[in-house]
């Protein structure tokens, strides 16, 4: 049974700390790795896909590295603002796996506050 | 707005009867996904489709879900007798075959209640 691990499970900060969060996936037959941010009552949102060790994405105040030796990928919020309040899911998929599925933690939350 | 659309957002009924969700997905998007997040919980895999083929279905999809996708565009997805642990929220994505960097776009989800 392949297992994402995400961590911290939440996270409250103030306005203007920065952050970041952990997710942890199998380092055997890594195929891609996605970021998403899903605020409350909308769709969640693609922010990365990631497909080579080494690889940093950045995305305005968010950035993402990658490491799939060790199996795991951090996620980076620089100053961060109550808008980037929302939960930040990580999904793997794997070689020989399912041609379609994504295989998700259960996210970090994060609350910040003005 | 040419996102994924999901209808209803929200469904309350009462165990045993019979619900149907639909999916929307961004017009030339050839693949379409469906997921169920239960609370505290990710997303987990339920199906999904090619054009009109449905290529693969999770364990999860018991006998009494049925999803269809009739002229490769929109998706519709039946529980029927429902139980109470079908509560959950029920989620659709859409993408482009592809290479590894397909990335999968949601709609906002059907949030299922099961009195």
Known sequence: ?114 | DTGVSQDPRHKITKRGQNVTFRCDPISEHNRLYWYRQTLGQGPEFLTYFQNEAQLEKSRLLSDRFSAERPKGSFSTLEIQRTEQGDSAMYLCASGVVGPAQETQYFGPGTRLLVL
């Open chain 1, 1 to 114: 049974i392949l297992n994402v691990e995400q961590s911290p499970q939440s996270l409250h900060v103030q306005e203007g700390d920065s952050t970041n969060f952990t997710c942890s996936f199998p380092s055997s037959n890594f195929y891609a790795l996605h970021w998403y941010r899903w605020e409350t009552a909308k769709s969640p949102e693609a922010l990365f896909v990631m497909t080579l060790n080494g690889d940093e994405k950045k995305k305005g105040r968010i950035s993402a590295t990658l490491n799939t030796k060790e199996g795991y990928s951090y996620l980076y919020i620089k100053g961060s603002q109550p808008e980037d309040s929302a939960t930040y899911l990580c999904a793997f998929k794997n070689y020989g796996g399912s041609q379609g599925n994504l295989i998700f933690g259960k996210g970090t939350k994060l609350s910040v506050k003005p």
